[in-house]
């Protein structure tokens, strides 16, 4: 009969080892089990509500996206109808349907309408009203900055005879500075505040900078230069291409061929 092997405490010690590492493993899995199922019983439905709650709020929001965007087509449509009515030479219907525009329309659609009716009061001799209207566009923050400035300008030039200069100048003296898009029409106002105010080098300063500046209107840069040439100061940089347009403008007015400018 063989004879039993001697028994190895090591190998069994491994075993053993082995055994309760595989044990562990187990329970580890059955406790993980058990607390996933616990959560899922104690937090699923507040889970699922939420997840409920995110679903409506975006199904709104797209509901109302859509909303908002038929609206802004119909006052657009609405907006356009009037211009033609303007245009069409009917005004107190234009300005009828652009006020109606008013209470529910969006920033960019509400400042054109109040521009556009500021330009019928102003054709009605109705210059208060035309300020009035202006001076809502510029005073309104969520109106985009180019109608606010526009609006401001022009507030400003239909109310100019009743104005301090120094109003005129606090204004839109901030637009009256070169690369602003207002330069020009600016920059003439606050001159001629300027010059009421007995302050001449101010206007002949300014007048003589927006002549030179090549983004201003040629109209304008020809009227202010000559107006800072009254004043003492020189706004003319080329001369050759000064009487060439002094030429053209001319030649528009009576007809006749432009000399050249050696001849003048």
């Known amino acids: 009969m063989a004879s039993t092997p001697p028994i190895d405490p090591e190998s069994t010690a491994r075993r053993r080892e082995a055994e309760q590492a595989i044990l ?42 859509s909303r908002q965007e038929s609206r ?12 033609d009515e303007l245009e069409a030479g009917n005004n ?17 659609v509400a400042s054109v309408a109040r521009l556009l009716r500021a330009g019928i009061a102003l054709q009605q001799n109705r210059a208060n009203d035309a300020v009035a209207l202006y001076n809502e566009v510029a005073a309104d923050s ?3 900055r180019s109608y606010r400035d526009f609006a401001a300008i022009r507030a400003v030039a239909t109310a100019y ?10 204004r839109i003296g901030p637009l009256a500075v070169p690369e602003n898009p207002w330069f020009g029409s600016a920059g003439e106002l606050v001159a001629l505040a300027h010059l ?3 302050r001449e080098e101010q206007a002949g300063t300014l007048l003589a900078a927006i002549a030179k500046d090549e983004n201003v209107p040629d109209s304008l840069r020809a009227r202010t230069r000559q107006l800072a040439g009254l004043l003492g100061y020189d706004a003319v940089e080329d001369v050759e291409e000064t009487l060439s347009q002094m030429a053209e403008g001319e030649t528009a ?5 432009p000399a050249t400018p050696a001849a003048e």
């Open 253 to 257: 007015a009576t007809g006749a061929p």
């Open 72 to 83: 802004l087509e119909q006052r657009s449509e609405e907006l356009v109808l009037a211009i």
């Open 24 to 65: 562990m493993r187990e329970v580890d899995d059955a406790v993980r089990e058990d607390q996933v199922s616990v959560a899922a019983k104690r937090y699923g439905l507040a889970a699922g509500a939420a997840l409920l709650v995110i679903l409506l709020l975006f199904g709104g929001w797209l509901i109302w996206q």
């Open 142 to 144: 969520e109106t985009p």
């Open 92 to 108: 107190r219907v234009a300005d009828s349907a652009l006020e109606a525009l008013l209470p529910e329309a969006d920033p960019g």
């Open 196 to 198: 009421a105010a007995g």
């Open 161 to 170: 005879d009743d104005l301090e200069p120094q109003q005129v100048i606090d």
